[in-house]
């Protein structure tokens, strides 16, 4: 794909790369995308010369050790800050993820008009509906849409892919009522399905090479429903971590 | 493949399978395994009328709900104790992974000895690198093996495919001194690719269908080198959520 900057429509874009890979859309297919192209198209990047500092993030800064004004960005984008210490800020993002900086990342991100920082999309599951449809729209198919982004874990080194936006796939695949060969009843109860197609198409974009933004994945094996990512947000009252 | 029973070995049951479905092994290739048939072939079933429980399993059974035998085999199975409610326990088992019930599973196990749970392997990484050396002295190719379950996470309803033991390919990988298209050094630094491998994975295992216990992952991104899952595991002194 092209590079994507701020207003591009990305169904055609992501209907030009599908055509000159020669591939042919399905129903039930799944683009994953990346983050940072929904976020570039929405013009999601803040300068960050225009940031002005509160109070709490220049507090924050001097913990953190991270540039005032992308604490400015964090706090501005989340609910609450759960963890601080240098170099880490963990947040509720003010959609519900708990996640570092609140997804908010300076690289791949162009100087041209000074330092910039990019935002998460104003509402990845509006922006993953929004695709769905204009994809069936152009062409009549049933597909379905993920955003991506790299989240970390709280007891795990390194980095997954994690759904952020989801539309036409179940987010979490519901396993009750469903029993193994046994036939005693499942333990585990519900699959966050669309956080392990992130992950599965993370594998293919890798990290460095922005020139694979989005992934087609072909086989979702269970059946598709109407859905949103919230479905993956645990409740703050069953949270036994914060 | 067939169901697979204590001291059944592995990877001649995994090369069969591979020779019916007419593929042919390729360096590089990676084997995902559900932690279940591991467990299995290892012999890891207990039979919980032989489980007697401790004062503190009686304890925790009552705060959680749980069967005291379960309990007292979750306990034995772990370092500490995170989190316990109605229905939860977190633990860190002994092999430091952060997870629930320290990975004892109730299902699909047979029912023939009476009531029994399955245990996590005696220690996956052994078991990973022994099944890696096993396939590579049969077929000449090196392959590359992950032991996968399912987790689940923090602040994230559902679970997802983890990795409990990976060899052959790096579990963690290194994004340090790479940088992105405007040559910004890249904020994401680490990669928990054998997480990703696993999750991928899972998609396809399903959690009813017990008859996709292993899946054979082709085209893995990044360089193989020596691995172990500890990479992915976070030190405690690093560890903001405990």
């Known amino acids: 794909m092209p590079e994507v900057t701020s207003g591009a429509a990305l169904a055609p874009l992501l209907l030009q790369a599908v055509e000159r890979a020669g591939l042919a859309l399905e129903d039930g297919d799944v ?69 570092a900086s609140a997804g908010i990342d300076q690289s791949n991100v162009p100087y041209a008009e000074g330092e910039c920082a990019l935002l998460l999309p104003e509402n990845p599951q509006a922006s993953a509906t929004r695709l769905r449809d204009a994809l069936r729209e152009a062409t009549g198919h049933d597909v379905a849409v993920v955003i991506n982004d790299s ?51 993370s594998l293919v974009m890798g990290q460095a090479d922005e020139s694979v933004p989005a992934v087609l994945v072909r086989g979702f094996p269970y059946a598709r429903r109407e859905a949103s990512v919230d479905e993956l947000i645990r409740a703050r009252a069953e949270d036994l971590f914060r």
């Open 31 to 99: 683009f994953v995308l990346a983050q940072k192209i929904v976020s570039k198209a929405e013009g999601r990047q803040v300068k960050l010369v225009d940031v002005v500092p509160s109070a709490r993030a220049l507090e924050l800064a001097a913990v953190t050790g991270k540039d005032a004004r992308m604490v400015e960005l964090i706090l501005r984008e989340s609910r609450e800050v759960l963890r601080a210490k240098r170099g880490v800020i963990i947040v509720e993002h003010r959609l519900g993820f708990v996640m």
């Open 151 to 201: 989240f970390g874990r709280a007891w795990r080194n390194g980095v997954t892919g994690t759904a952020i936006g989801v539309a036409g796939i179940p987010a979490l695949v519901d396993m009750r009522g469903r029993s193994d060969r046994e036939g005693r009843a499942l333990q585990v109860t519900e699959i966050a399905a669309a956080d392990e197609v992130a992950a599965a198409a």
